[in-house]
């Protein structure tokens, strides 16, 4: 272990983390082998046993399929193995960055939040997680917290305006009672009864004014009238008149808390941490907090992510801040965790292996990517600053505070405008890399190829705790645009391959590239779907039978590479069901989402297709999180996704039925030899589909198909059908 036990160099200070490897990687490793050598004996077998193609001409066709895809599954496998072989630990030691650093030594933090749509993420949502990020246990005058709002929204700055107010009463109390979490949201949907430092009248007393908030707050967006505010407050409110729309509206830039001024204190005489409201078209909170503010570091984090540990900057800052390990670490991401996950999740919505084994694996090479939430940075990194062992970071350094809000205010607003960045760097090698739906990545990317480490950290009370996804539309057509975005970076000059040959590990490029391909491996997998069933319907055999010593390699692969993923699940902390849920969502956005996501990349590089950003909505219908509740799959509104799914699952039940039927009525159950891993493929299809059908034929609520999804896809099924016959 680095840093955990090290003493401290003379005359400097102790390491603020250490960094573990963790031990039994030899039988990982050991077991990787046994599988690429399955992998191995299966492509000799493909290439081996291509049938002749005169009088058989499915199953040669088949097979030639097959092979390729059978190449394409191994050489993806061998990426995620790259992933998985230098996984570390890391632990933070936040006494020590108390004994080395005084709270007026300790850098400021400019935090940024980030909303687009008030109809789609809820300015109740928004402000929760705003006042999450002001009660962090932090120096509240090195404090600044950045509201941007692409959508301009008059209600979304009255709702911050009222977030302001309520911040006097909400600090207080939860530095005065440690309060966890700092979401008043999600603190009193736990808290049954007081906290153990706090008395029923006060917790009584803040719950009350929080659901004023909440009632003053929701009354206005649903009549979308701006009531009157006090005349000292009503100056904000004259940027907005009737010609503004969230398509075509002017930079607002406006300071709520202004800690300059003598009222801004909390309600115990406390200084507030400044609150800044601003819209702009692009992403350029960096160049506006360079004026208000300048904190050399900055954090990010989306509307719906609130902060669900108040000490997340303490431990970040032991990162940047330590004197021997910390000086090339250009940003700190942590995990992205959910509050709305059941149990038995029917979505799989736990991440628990990915957060607990994948990351840290590719932060064993030397970076965790970034994931455009959650993340702290060095400001430097976002403004292009290359890494050199001679770099050296003023952490006091910040913006005087000689001018009002008002000239603040209008220094910033030339900053937000549409044409600022044009013919300059930002954009691209300054602040967030436009232009692509997955523009957090690139950056990231490239603070990576300037020379720059990240790291990654997952503490055991969560940092950030956000809302998934809750229908499977929303889910697929966020992993469409996540797939979409990492396919267009990996055939594009930023592909880590090639942006980052010669500057970062292999293993991180290959890491990176695990995520880049998601959308090209749709492909043999839709393959795996269709061909060896229809195959198995017209009794043309395309494995090796069970008696042939070739079913080994067959078998072994896929029994332990499932035994292993299972293990894994289990060991941190899933059931056997979610991980039974993650194997069919992981089916589900293979032959949906990763499809038609390969298929528009493609489209769009030869100019028949443009990409789109979708919204992923925060916004649930009651009756769907009751059935999301009760393991019931809510589908959502109708999309092409599902007519593509429902043929799938369609297909392989009429072949499951119909070639079973077939084998034991002509040639018994002696006829199953040459056909029976296709028969197991094909039932093990239609069983981990089990709600597809069950939300076709069975049920009849909101959160169903309907009957013309099944009807288009029974035409598509007696069309697949009619090539067997």
């Known amino acids: 272990m680095a840093g955990s036990s090290t003493p401290a160099v003379a005359g400097g200070k102790p390491p603020l983390f250490a960094t573990e490897k963790p031990k039994r990687m030899v039988a990982y490793r050991l077991y990787a082998g046994t599988i690429f050598a399955g992998i191995l004996l299966i492509w000799v077998y493909r290439a081996t046993h291509i049938p002749p193609r005169e009088g058989n001409s499915l199953g040669w066709r088949a097979s030639l399929g097959l092979l390729v895809a059978d190449v394409l599954f191994g050489l993806y496998w061998v990426l995620t193995l790259s992933v998985r072989w230098n996984p570390i630990r890391r632990t933070t030691f936040k006494d020590r960055l108390s004994e080395c650093y005084g709270e007026d030594q300790l850098p400021g933090v400019d935090i940024f939040v980030c909303t687009a749509d008030p109809a789609l993420e809820p300015p109740m949502l928004v402000i929760s997680t705003v006042l999450s990020v002001m009660a962090y246990d932090y120096p509240q005058e090195k404090l600044n917290i950045y509201l941007s709002d692409d959508a301009g929204s008059s209600v979304t700055f009255y709702a911050l305006y009222e977030a302001s107010e309520f911040a006097k009463h909400w600090i207080p109390f939860c530095k005065n009672y440690k309060v966890e979490p700092r979401s008043p949201a999600a603190y009193f949907a736990e808290v049954a009864t007081p906290h153990d430092a706090c008395s029923p009248q006060e917790s009584l007393r803040m719950k009350e004014l929080y ?7 929701n009354s206005v967006v649903h009549s979308g009238k701006i009531p009157e505010v006090p005349e000292s407050n009503r100056r904000g ?29 909390d309600v115990d005489g406390n200084v507030l941490p400044t609150l800044v409201y601003m819209a702009r078209e692009k992403r350029p909170q960096i160049r506006v907090s360079s004026v208000i503010s300048n904190s050399p570091v900055t954090m990010n984090v989306d509307c719906d992510m609130y902060s669900n540990n108040s000490e997340s900057i303490r431990d970040a800052l032991c990162f940047f801040l330590d004197e021997e390990q910390g000086q090339d670490i250009g940003f700190v991401q942590y995990p992205q965790n959910f509050d709305n996950v059941v149990h038995n999740d029917i979505y799989g919505n736990p991440i628990n292996v990915v957060n607990e084994l994948d990351h840290p694996c590719l932060d064993g090479w030397g970076g965790m990517c970034y994931y455009g939430t959650g993340c702290f940075h060095r400001r430097e990194t976002l403004c292009g600053q290359i890494y050199s062992k001679d770099y050296k970071e003023d952490w006091a350094r910040g913006v005087g505070t000689a001018q009002s809000a008002d000239e603040l205010e209008e220094m910033s607003k030339s900053l937000v405008t549409c044409t600022y960045e044009h013919n300059t760097p930002w954009g691209i090698e300054k602040g967030v890399r436009y232009g692509c739906p997955l523009e957090d990545v690139i950056t990231g990317l490239k603070i990576q190829c300037r020379g720059w480490r990240s790291v990654y950290y997952n503490p055991v009370r969560k ?9 499977l539309g929303q889910i697929l057509i966020q992993h469409k645009r996540w797939s979409e975005g990492f396919l267009q970076i990996s055939l594009s000059n930023y592909s880590p391959f090639l942006l980052g040959h010669g500057k970062i590990k292999l293993g991180l490029q290959m890491g990176y590239s695990v995520c880049g391909f998601w959308a090209l491996n749709s492909f043999p997998t839709f393959y795996y779907a269709i061909i060896p069933s229809l195959c198995f319907l017209d009794g043309v055999s395309v494995f090796p039978e069970i008696t042939s010593p070739w079913i080994v390699p067959f078998g072994y692969v896929a029994v332990a590479a499932y035994s292993c993923s299972l293990a894994e699940s289990l060991q941190y902390g ?22 038609l996501a390969a298929i528009d990349t493609i489209g769009g590089m030869l100019g028949v297709s443009e990409s789109g950003f979708d919204l992923t909505v925060k916004v649930n219908d009651s009756q769907a999180l009751e059935r999301h509740k009760k393991g019931k799959m809510e589908f959502g509104p109708i999309s092409g996704m599902f007519v593509i799914l429902s043929t799938i699952v369609l297909f392989n039940l009429v072949c499951m039925v119909a070639g079973l039927g077939r084998v034991l009525w002509f040639e018994g159950a002696e006829g199953l030899g040459p056909l029976f891993l296709q028969a197991v493929l094909c039932v093990a299809i239609v069983a981990i589909n089990a709600p597809v059908y069950e939300a076709l034929f069975f049920r009849k609520d909101s959160g169903s198909l309907p009957s013309f999804v099944t009807l288009i896809s029974l035409c598509f099924v007696s069309s697949l059908c009619l090539q067997a016959i």
């Open 211 to 217: 659901k004023d908030l909440t009632d003053r707050v």
């Open 237 to 265: 409110f004259s940027e907005w008149n009737e010609t503004i729309s969230s398509e075509d509206h002017p930079s607002i830039v406006q300071i709520l808390i202004d800690r300059n001024e003598r009222k801004a204190v």
């Open 463 to 471: 940092g950030f705790l956000g809302m998934a996804p809750t229908s």
């Open 574 to 595: 899933d059931t056997a069901v979610e991980w039974w849920n993650a194997q069919r969502m992981w089916f589900f956005r293979r032959t949906t989402s990763y499809l």
